[in-house]
């Protein structure tokens, strides 16, 4: 997958064949986004999912549908993720290290999440960290 600022490219390097996926014009340009490719084997379709992060409002996550061939929006997405790394395959579902904001009358920290996409649902869900890395999540990585 190659992103430019007015298209995706996806390639199947076995097939020799790509696919221009057009630029979504939804609600504004983001700060920056994260992806992932995934399949959904209930539809049998291949989706490629954009979590976009915005400055001043909260996040948001659209995919793209290659058998319908359209950007669809599918949910407020309430967590930060902090890096630029693509999203992870794992049992079948993507999922991305994130923080997801917490406030306590006027203070606000950060609790970080492991969040998880299932293609099927087209939803996300959040995975329990490891009971010994609840207290000290910084070296945690989803994949190298």
């Known amino acids: 997958m190659y992103k430019d ?9 076995s097939t020799r064949k790509r696919n221009i996926i057009p630029s979504k014009s939804f609600h504004g340009k983001p700060s920056r986004s994260v992806y992932g490719f995934c399949s959904n084997a209930y539809v049998k379709d291949y989706e490629v999912v954009e979590i976009s992060l915005f400055l001043k409002r ?4 659209t995919f793209y549908s290659l058998r319908r061939n359209s950007w669809q929006r599918i949910q407020v997405f309430p967590y930060a993720i902090r890096t630029g790394r693509g999203g992870v395959i794992i049992n079948g579902a993507l999922h991305w290290k994130a923080h997801r904001s917490r406030k306590n009358g006027l203070l606000q920290s950060f609790e970080s999440v492991i969040i998880a996409y299932d293609a099927g ?10 009971d010994h890395l609840i207290r000290s999540p910084c070296g ?3 994949a190298t």
């Open 5 to 13: 600022n007015n298209f995706i490219c996806l390639w199947n390097p």
């Open 58 to 61: 909260e996040s948001e996550v």
């Open 121 to 130: 649902g087209e939803s996300f869900r959040e995975v329990p960290y490891p």
């Open 140 to 142: 945690l990585r989803v």
